[in-house]
C-alpha cells in the first residue's frame, strides 16, 4: 500500500512505454517488504536539464534508472560518478546521497555479460560483433573487454562515434581486438543489437543478419517486446537467439546495491 510514508524510485527515458524496470522493482520491493514504488517517467529528448531540477526537488524520490536517450547527459548533470560511470561518462542508475546530491554509476555492460552467462552463453574468448555506440553499447564495450572476449566489432550510424569507442575501450582493455565494423556482421560468434531499433514491429535491423554466421548468437538490448524483429527473424534462420530482459534480470541485483536497497529494511 502506499502511504505517506512511501519512498520514490523512478525510471526516465524517452520513449518510456516499452520499459520493464517498475516491474521489477515493484515485485522486488513486495518480495522484500520494503516500502517504496518504482514509476515510469517520461522526460523528453531535449527536456532532461529541466527534468533533472524537477528530480532534484522530489525530497523522497531516493533515486531512478536512466534508459535512453538520457545516459550521457545524465552523467554530466550527477554530482559523482562512480564505477563504469567514471570511465565511460555514461550511466544508468542514480542515488540520491544524503546531501540531496546526485551519484551515478553504469550498469548495463555488467548485467548484459552476467545475463549471457547465466543463460549458458560463453563470454571469455568470443568474437563479438555489436551495432550501435550510444550508451547502451559504450557499457556493452567495456564490459565485454573486462570480461575477456577475443575480439569486439563496433558499428554506428555515425562512425566518428564507433571510432571514439574503440579507441577509448582499447586504451583500457589493450589485449582486446576491437576495431569498427560496417553493416556486416559475418565472422562473430555473437552478434548483438545495442541500438533502439526493435521497439517498435516495423523496424529494420541494425545490421545485416543475413551476413551473420547461422550458428552464431544473436542478441538483444531491447526488452520489450521479448521478440523484436531481429530476433523473429534471426530465430527463422536457425540462429540461437538471447532476449533484452536477460540484461535488466541480471542487473537487478547490481542496481538495488548501489541504490541501498539490498540490506535488510531497506530504505
Avoid at 510514508?5 to 520494503?34: C, K, S, W
Avoid at 555492460?109 to 571469455?124: A, E, M, T
Avoid at 573487454?145 to 558499428?155: E, H, K, N, P, S
Wanted: hydrophobic fraction near 45%.
Amino acid at each position: 500500500m502506499i502511504t505517506g510514508t512511501t519512498r520514490l524510485y523512478a525510471i526516465i527515458g524517452d520513449p518510456i512505454a516499452h520499459v520493464r524496470t517498475p516491474m521489477a522493482f515493484n515485485e522486488y520491493f513486495l518480495a522484500q517488504n520494503i516500502d517504496a514504488v518504482c514509476l515510469p517517467i517520461h522526460i523528453g529528448r531535449d527536456d532532461l536539464p529541466r527534468g533533472w531540477a524537477g528530480l532534484k526537488s522530489i525530497a523522497n524520490l531516493d533515486g531512478f534508472i536512466v534508459t535512453a536517450p538520457h545516459k550521457a547527459d545524465a552523467a554530466r548533470l550527477c554530482e559523482k560518478l562512480e564505477g563504469d560511470g567514471l570511465h565511460t561518462r555514461v550511466v544508468n542508475t542514480v542515488r540520491r546521497e544524503a546531501d540531496g546530491s546526485f551519484s551515478g554509476t553504469l550498469l548495463d555492460g555488467r548485467g548484459f555479460v552476467s545475463g549471457l552467462i547465466k543463460q549458458g552463453h560463453q563470454v571469455k574468448g568470443q568474437r563479438f560483433y555489436m551495432a550501435g555506440a550510444g550508451g547502451a553499447g559504450t557499457a556493452l564495450a567495456y564490459a565485454l573487454a573486462d570480461a575477456g572476449a577475443a575480439a569486439l566489432t563496433i558499428q554506428n550510424r555515425t562512425r566518428s562515434k564507433a571510432e571514439k569507442l574503440v579507441i577509448d575501450v582499447g586504451a583500457a582493455y589493450p589485449g582486446i581486438d576491437i576495431r569498427v565494423g560496417t553493416a556486416d556482421a559475418s565472422s562473430h560468434d555473437i552478434a548483438v543489437n545495442a541500438t533502439s531499433l526493435g521497439l517498435a514491429p516495423d523496424d529494420g535491423h541494425s545490421f545485416d543478419l543475413a551476413s551473420v554466421d547461422t550458428s552464431a548468437l544473436v542478441a538483444e538490448v531491447v526488452m520489450k517486446p521479448d521478440m523484436t524483429p531481429l530476433l523473429i527473424a534471426a530465430e527463422k534462420r536457425g540462429h540461437p537467439i538471447h532476449f533484452g530482459i536477460h540484461m535488466l534480470n541480471s542487473q537487478l541485483d547490481l542496481m538495488m546495491q548501489f541504490l541501498g536497497l539490498d540490506r535488510p529494511n531497506a530504505p
